[in-house]
């Protein structure tokens, strides 16, 4: 009952909040495969397309999504690309969305990713260019609308959770909500019996207790790991390993999890980068511990297990 009441508290914080935008976040609508494929309806009148990305930019960067204050220089940076692949109507659409954040990193100009999802070609929504997008938590409008609310949720609480322990739960909360209420509009990407790529599985990824370890991880990688190195890097490396250690309990609760495929992936360069120049032991250490979370990714670092 606690749990439920803090839930709908923060949904309504997050509808009604006064605060400053979190965001900046740059907008793409991308039409040319209706241009290429044959459509039911013309596409040569690219309106329709800047008023669409117009009105995603006002909706994802003129609203206040949490009653939290942030300042210019504090503004979260994403992007987000919608690709659009069929035009059934002239307001019916079909699409690809991705969306990727970046975080800075302490007393350092260097920006570190910390999502960059690409979904499939599969988001079916209806666009007015009368009607401005709409959100409420509790209430399903559009699945376009959705899906972005859903992601912008699934970003704070990321972000948030790589600042203090656990601390993005709020957010995910809100993003669970989104997803239950949009997978009973039967929309697909949302439904738990569907494909594990699904925003629902996303979701739960972080919110599921069994796997709480992903979720310090990024604590302990961001804040004891990355704004750390221009401090004091050995200890800055030993807090990125013991984040990759929580990263793998997690990937051996759950085998090929979607968020620690994730985490993987967005990070993988950014570690190769840090722990080339470190010592051997270390370098072994990384080495066992990619094994166990991404066997794709760890070819990438294999003649560390040599040295």
């Known amino acids: 009952m606690v749990r439920k009441l803090l839930s709908a508290i923060l949904m309504l914080i997050a509808v009604h909040a006064a605060?400053?935008?979190e965001f900046r976040c740059?907008?793409?609508v991308n039409h040319q495969k209706l241009t290429t494929n044959k459509q039911k309806f013309e596409s040569s009148d690219t309106r329709i397309f800047e008023s669409m990305k117009q009105a995603l930019e006002t909706f994802i960067n003129g609203r206040a999504w949490t009653n939290l204050e942030f300042g210019p220089q504090e503004l979260i940076d994403c992007s987000l690309s919608l690709v659009l692949t069929e035009r059934n109507s002239p307001t019916d659409f079909k699409g690809q969305l991705s969306v990727q954040m970046r975080r800075p990193v302490y007393n350092?100009?260097?920006?570190?990713?910390?999502?960059n999802r690409?979904?499939?070609?599969?988001?079916?929504?209806?666009?007015?260019?009368?009607q401005p997008f709409e959100f409420d938590p509790n209430t399903f409008y559009d699945n376009l609308s959705s899906a972005v609310a859903f992601y912008m949720y699934v970003m704070l609480?990321?972000?948030?959770d790589s600042y203090s322990p656990m601390g993005g739960t709020p957010f995910y909360e809100v993003a669970r909500s989104v997803a239950q209420q949009a997978n009973q509009a039967g929309y697909?990407?949302?439904?738990?019996?569907?494909?594990v790529k699904a925003r629902y599985w996303y979701m739960e990824n972080h919110v599921n207790?069994?796997?709480?370890q992903l979720r310090n991880a990024y604590y302990v990688y961001h804040r004891q790991g990355l704004d750390m190195m221009t401090k004091d890097q050995p200890q800055a490396r030993a807090g990125i390993i013991a984040a990759l250690a929580d990263v793998a309990a997690t990937a051996e609760v759950r085998h090929n999890l979607p968020a620690v495929t994730q985490f993987a992936d967005v990070k993988m360069a950014e570690i190769i980068s840090i722990f080339t120049p470190a010592p051997p032991a270390e370098k072994k250490q990384v080495f066992e511990l990619v094994r166990k979370i991404s066997p794709l990714n760890v070819a990438k670092?294999?003649?560390w297990n040599t040295q």
């Open 209 to 212: 207790s069994a796997y709480r």
């Open 108 to 115: 350092s100009t260097y920006t570190t990713g910390l999502l």
């Open 188 to 195: 697909v990407g949302w439904n738990a019996s569907g494909d």
């Open 118 to 130: 690409v979904e499939q070609a599969d988001l079916q929504f209806s666009y007015n260019e009368s």
């Open 157 to 160: 609480g990321m972000y948030f």
């Open 19 to 21: 605060g400053a935008q």
């Open 301 to 303: 670092i294999q003649s």
């Open 26 to 28: 740059a907008v793409q």
